[in-house]
């Protein structure tokens, strides 16, 4: 099992950066893939951005590409978002979820893959 520790949200005016960052618990973290997710109020939870186990692949919402950046440091065990040219609709509480332990490092996440384990997410709000 792992657990995941989101940090980094605050307040930005838009055009500015955050980078988020997710903490795993536990020694097999290269072995678990990794999403990160947003809530609006009032709107469902949406994909954002996901990792394969090994970090070679990378997927993004259309929303967000050239904006973000996924990234992770296995032996941190550390799944980053760099949120580039932030905009007041990326404003959310934002989660990173994760799935494993998989033997195989390439697959990448997307919005309808399985995550057992989630974080308790993190707020960012972007003011116009």
């Known amino acids: 099992q792992v657990q995941l520790v989101e940090s980094g949200g605050g307040l930005v005016q838009a055009g500015g950066s955050l980078r988020l960052s997710c903490v795993a618990s536990?020694?097999?973290?290269?072995?678990?893939?990794v999403g990160w997710f947003r809530q609006a109020p009032g709107k469902e939870r949406e994909f954002v951005a996901g990792?394969?186990?090994?970090?070679?692949?990378?997927n993004y919402a259309d929303s967000v590409k050239g904006r973000f950046t996924i990234s992770r440091d296995n032996a941190k065990n550390t799944v980053n978002l760099q949120m580039n040219s932030l905009k007041p609709e990326d404003t959310a509480v934002y989660y990173c979820?994760?799935?494993?332990?998989?033997?195989?490092?390439?697959?990448?996440?997307?919005?309808?893959?399985?995550?057992?384990?989630w974080g308790q997410g993190t707020q960012v709000t972007v003011s116009s």
């Open positions: 979820a994760a799935d494993g332990p998989y033997r195989y490092g390439d697959y990448v996440p997307g919005a309808n893959s399985k995550y057992d384990y």
């Open positions: 536990g020694r097999t973290f290269s072995r678990y893939y």
């Open positions: 990792i394969s186990c090994r970090g070679s692949n990378t």
